[in-house]
């Protein structure tokens, strides 16, 4: 039964696109709102992606704003024209909102074309999915009356200032509610002057009875084939040059491995020419992209999972992994050592140290069945009572709910 207080609040949730293969963390969220009566809107600035069909929820693009001088002029003008007649109200406060702060007239136009999209709709709260798709988006919530929120999952929050200094100073003074993914980027949000009360920590969640195992009890000896796995995106800051690095002191020390990388990404052909310097190409298997079902055989047929990333929110994929029974060695990145507890339920290892991580590959290695299956079954119980969706969406519930 549907619980009153709840039905029908309207969320619109700010995405670049609509959720990707990669991005259950989305989808989960969208169906567990929608099953407890609220009403999910996308906002989506790529006009590319298919809506996925377990989500039934409308989706509002950004208008296209690319192609000759000519065409943007004319798209940009039709934009203006159409939300000062649509929307008079919302679009006057939110030209005077970017004004009150000291933007000029025309870069207050400028943000009121980009935003015009967002002001047409009646909503309780306006999320943004990541910490860059509110920046110039600032004012758009107060000019329609609806509560702000912000997800911060990881890159947003650690390099996306690098590459644009000062990106959320504005941000940063607004009444907005933040969530996070880990206690540590809630103490790095303080840092920055937000408000504790501000701030809410919400772990991702997997689907517990999906990814679902018994313990791997492999003896793991030195004369078996030990089974490793990383399900990434090839991008620089999953850190997999050096997890190659690592796994080539291992063959060093005699061990017998093979290790298999799900996931596809621009970083590919670079990582394949480093396994093959590094002379463990025989040893390694670049899988590309594979459904869920695919990826949990693949879990199903390993030993030890590996996510040594240099940058890391706190990752899924090592949730799925701990679920399915892996003995899971990951680096010290940001939410990696709340995901995993170091010598409790995995191993931690500080991020870019290959030899490290190759002493604690053998350390892994060499313990005994009964250790491997308490760790085992330490990491388990813990997914399934701590990062299940169930309450995962009572955790969302109670955010919008505040």
């Excluded at 988006?137 to 200032?161: C, K, N, W």
């Excluded at 240099?310 to 010290?332: K, R, T, W, Y």
Aim: proline share 3%.
């Amino acid at each position: 039964m549907t619980d009153t207080t709840r039905a029908n609040k309207r969320i619109g949730l700010v995405l670049s696109a609509v959720p990707g293969y990669s991005e259950t963390f989305f989808t989960n969220k969208i169906s567990g709102l929608q099953a407890h009566g609220f009403e999910v809107q996308l906002f989506v600035t790529d006009q590319s992606g298919v809506i996925p069909d377990v989500l039934d929820c409308r989706v509002q693009t950004a208008p296209f704003f690319k192609g000759s001088a000519f065409r943007v002029l004319c798209t940009s003008s039709w934009v203006l024209l159409k939300t000062i007649l649509c929307q008079p109200v919302r679009s006057f406060r939110h030209f005077q909102l970017d004004r009150s702060v000291g933007f000029s007239f025309s870069a207050s136009v400028k943000r009121l074309i980009k935003n015009a999209f967002l002001l047409e709709e009646s909503l309780d709260w306006l999320h943004f999915g990541f910490g860059m798709l509110a920046v110039g988006r600032e004012h758009v919530a107060t000019a329609i009356q609806a509560r702000m929120a912000v997800s911060f999952r990881g890159f947003d929050l650690y390099l996306s200032p690098l590459k644009h200094p000062n990106c959320y100073d504005l941000l940063f003074t607004k009444n907005v509610q933040y969530h996070v993914l880990s206690e540590e980027m809630k103490g790095d949000l303080q840092a920055n002057g937000v408000l504790e009360s501000a701030i809410t920590v919400i772990t991702p969640a997997i689907d517990v009875t999906f990814f679902n195992s018994k313990p791997n009890t492999t003896e793991l000896e030195g004369n078996s084939k030990v089974q490793l796995i990383t399900v990434a995106r090839l991008h620089w800051k999953k850190g997999l040059e050096y997890t190659l690095e690592a796994l080539a002191v291992l063959r060093q020390a005699g061990v017998d491995f093979h290790y298999s990388i799900i996931g596809t990404g621009e970083e590919r052909e670079r990582l394949v020419f480093a396994a093959h310097q590094l002379g463990i190409i025989d040893a390694v298997t670049f899988m590309g992209q594979l459904p869920p079902e695919a990826v949990r055989e693949q879990l199903a047929k390993s030993d030890i999972y590996l996510q040594y990333s240099i940058q890391e929110g706190f990752c899924n994929a090592v949730l799925e992994a701990q679920a399915m029974g892996l003995l899971c060695v990951v680096s010290d990145a940001e939410g990696l050592q709340e995901n995993v507890l170091h010598q409790e339920t995995g191993w931690v290892v500080a991020k870019r140290q290959p030899q490290l991580l190759a002493k604690q590959l053998v350390e892994v290695i060499q313990l005994s069945a009964d250790d491997k299956e308490a760790t085992s079954i330490r990491a388990i119980r813990r997914i399934r009572d701590d990062f299940n969706l169930k309450k995962q969406q009572a955790a969302f519930l109670a955010f919008y709910n505040t």
